[in-house]
């Protein structure tokens, strides 16, 4: 189908791109929600870091060039009821961050790690409510995956086609609630009234400004 064609091109020129020198801090700050400790552009990453990472992954499905997001459950936790990339924090069995990011999305919502193609990496990004160091992992699979959702982590996924997250109009600013009795003016993606802000928000705007370098 044509439309094949065109999510092999897509993935051909992404990974042209991200071999190439990255937006950085940047474009994550675009999308910060709060204000994050910065030293000459960069973020000052406490010595007891922990790392972890996370997989933004491409397929196609109905005509449509897709990358894939979830809804943690709720859970008394720091990140609880967020969506997010899946991913999680890197374990002794692992041989890098790659596959960290793999593990944890087949473990998350079940995409078999050996059907997946890393094609490049984000820039780290440091999350301080979790004191985690976090790796994204850029891939892809060729056709649409069979999700299988732990439904101890995954409320649900959120299938996004990437035209919806290139529009101008999904970039915005909410109000969100952040303790019990307030709430925090963030900028945001409002994809179809799903509200994706904090680190998600900052990883997936340089994964979108990375999308529309000039070749």
Request: charged share 25%; with cysteine.
């Amino acid at each position: 189908m044509q439309y094949m064609s065109v999510f092999q091109e897509f993935i051909s020129v992404i990974r042209t791109k991200l071999a190439n020198p990255l937006p950085g801090p940047a474009s994550q700050m675009k999308m910060a929600s709060m204000r994050r400790l910065m030293k000459d552009g960069r973020m000052v990453v406490p010595g007891d870091v922990k790392r972890g990472g996370i997989l933004a992954l491409f397929y196609p499905a109905n005509g449509d060039i897709c990358l894939v997001l979830m809804k943690r459950t709720e859970y008394p936790g720091v990140h609880s009821g967020q969506i997010s990339f899946p991913g999680g924090g890197w374990e002794p069995g692992d041989k890098d961050l790659v596959m960290t990011a793999l593990r944890e999305t087949e473990e998350e919502i079940g995409v078999k790690r050996e059907s997946v193609v890393p094609i490049g990496k984000l820039s780290d990004l440091f999350i301080p409510p979790s004191n985690f160091l976090v790796t994204p992992v850029v891939g892809y699979i060729a056709e649409r995956p069979d999700f299988r959702l732990d439904p101890i982590e995954v409320d649900r996924i959120l299938e996004i086609p990437l035209e919806h997250l290139l529009r101008k109009e999904t970039k915005q600013v909410r109000d969100i609630p952040v303790f019990p009795y307030a709430k925090m003016q963030v900028p945001c993606f409002n994809v179809n009234g799903n509200i994706i802000w904090g680190a998600t928000a900052m990883m997936l705007n340089e994964l979108i400004d990375v999308i529309n370098q000039e070749s």
